[in-house]
């Protein structure tokens, strides 16, 4: 990592300004088992979809519950497939939070289908069962609702004291699709995220909780949803390659039922992930405790708004750690992003909402003063770094400038 050098640094016994490495937004953490299982998979000679997935696909449907899990090439083909095997049409109603990244309301766009746009819940940055209420008053004929576990926290998908957003898409005969691409793994209370909706989606991108380099999963407990997936997923073949070269007779045949797509994931992927697993506890652990070092020492701070946690912190996947800064403020959230650049510390913001994505905003007319909680979560989140190759003492030292640049009176 690059040392840079700032003029306001900490100083040293010396009085000279300290050098320090760069921290940067993000890192991947593949210090265990990564080199060996991915080199079992080269000198195999089968590179692509076989036993690696099969088992990566079986261990996260134990782990989560679900009963189906098929690896794919990217969170993204997940959710693409979902809509597909829910038999989303041109025309068809699809309700999206804003507050999300592009893919979550693309794959709508995909099926020409219509993308709903929903504002979030300012404390956690996911929507709510109000939210969802209003979105059906409004649009008595959609179809699906896709969910987002904003930062690694579910969204309140089950009753506690009021209905959760599944009772209220139930009770409207509303299917649920889960952009949990944060959320590998969560809970909300006792059930675990790919277990909850009628279909979850987890991304292994690079930058995620876990990775295969590029991936993806798609969970459901629904037979019939996890057959079209399987055909979609290659092809629309009517059983996958493996199988054609594992079973006994008819190697050579097979039908296509249907114009599919090449969202497989290749075996040496599934090995990155199948190393990945076998850390994913402690990695989660470690974040978590760097989002509790975080709490602790920015708590003091009137000008930031820190996470609010309606899970136990156990239950969160901790992929993001956002904090919000305040109008109050001594500077703007840019200004900080800069100083803080200057300190050798990256940081980023999860997201531009879709409203203001040019192709979104003028494919459907869409306006900033209707999505007013994603209008202020935009001007003020900050997303700081939080990830298992992150020392305590990179993380003291992101809170001790941030105290220096937005402490005191703000
Ligand atoms: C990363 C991400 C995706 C896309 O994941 P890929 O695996 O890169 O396709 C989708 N939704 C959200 C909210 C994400 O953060």
């Not at 306001?8 to 953490?29: A, C, H, M, T, Y």
């Not at 219509?114 to 819940?121: N, S, T």
């Not at 703007?332 to 531009?352: F, P």
Request: proline share 5%.
């Amino acid at each position: 990592m690059n040392p840079v050098l700032t003029e306001d640094r900490p100083k040293n016994s010396r009085g000279e300004p300290q050098l320090r490495s760069v921290i940067p937004f993000s890192r991947i953490d593949c210090s265990g088992n990564e080199q060996r299982y991915i080199s079992e998979v080269l000198e195999s000679g089968w590179l692509t979809t076989a036993s690696k997935s099969a088992e990566l696909e079986s261990r996260i449907s134990e782990m989560t519950g679900a009963t189906h899990a098929l690896a794919v090439n990217s969170c993204t083909s997940a959710l693409h497939l979902a809509l597909v095997a829910l038999d989303i049409q041109p025309g068809d109603k699809v309700l999206v939070p804003t507050w999300t990244f592009a893919a979550t309301a693309e794959v709508v766009q995909y099926l020409q289908a219509v993308p709903v746009f929903l504002d979030v819940d300012y404390a956690t940055g996911t929507i709510t069962a109000e939210n969802v209420e209003a979105a059906i008053q409004a649009h008595p004929d959609a179809k699906v609702l896709m969910v987002v576990h904003y930062g690694g926290q579910a969204a309140p998908m089950l009753d506690s004291e009021s209905p959760g957003i599944v009772s209220v898409c139930r009770k409207h005969g509303l299917r649920i699709v889960e952009d949990a691409a944060h959320a590998f793994p969560a809970r909300d209370g006792e059930v675990a995220v790919g277990n909850i909706g009628d279909i979850t989606c987890f991304s292994f991108y690079a930058n995620k909780t876990m990775t295969t380099g590029e991936g993806g999963m798609l969970l459901t407990n629904d037979d019939e949803i996890a057959k079209r997936a399987r055909v979609m997923r290659l092809h629309g073949i009517d059983r996958d390659v493996w199988a054609r070269f594992t079973q006994p007779k008819a190697k050579w045949e097979y039908d296509v039922i249907a114009a599919g797509f090449k969202y497989n994931m290749p075996d040496i992927n599934a090995a990155l992930g199948l190393a990945q697993l076998e850390r994913l506890q402690p990695m989660r652990a470690h974040r978590q405790a760097v989002a509790k070092r975080y709490a602790d020492g920015l708590s003091s701070l009137p000008a930031l708004t820190l996470p609010s946690l309606r899970v136990h912190p156990e239950h969160h996947a901790w992929h993001l750690y956002t904090v919000y800064v305040n109008s109050s403020a001594r500077m703007s959230r840019n200004e900080l992003i800069d100083q803080l650049q200057q300190d050798g510390i990256g940081t980023s913001v999860h997201y531009k909402p879709l409203h203001r994505l040019s192709y979104y905003r003028d494919t459907h007319s869409l306006r900033n003063e209707d999505f007013p909680v994603a209008e202020q979560l935009w001007k003020e989140s900050l997303s700081l770094p939080i990830y298992s190759l992150l020392s305590m003492a990179d993380v003291d030292y992101i809170v001790e400038r941030l105290h220096v640049h937005i402490g005191g009176n703000g």
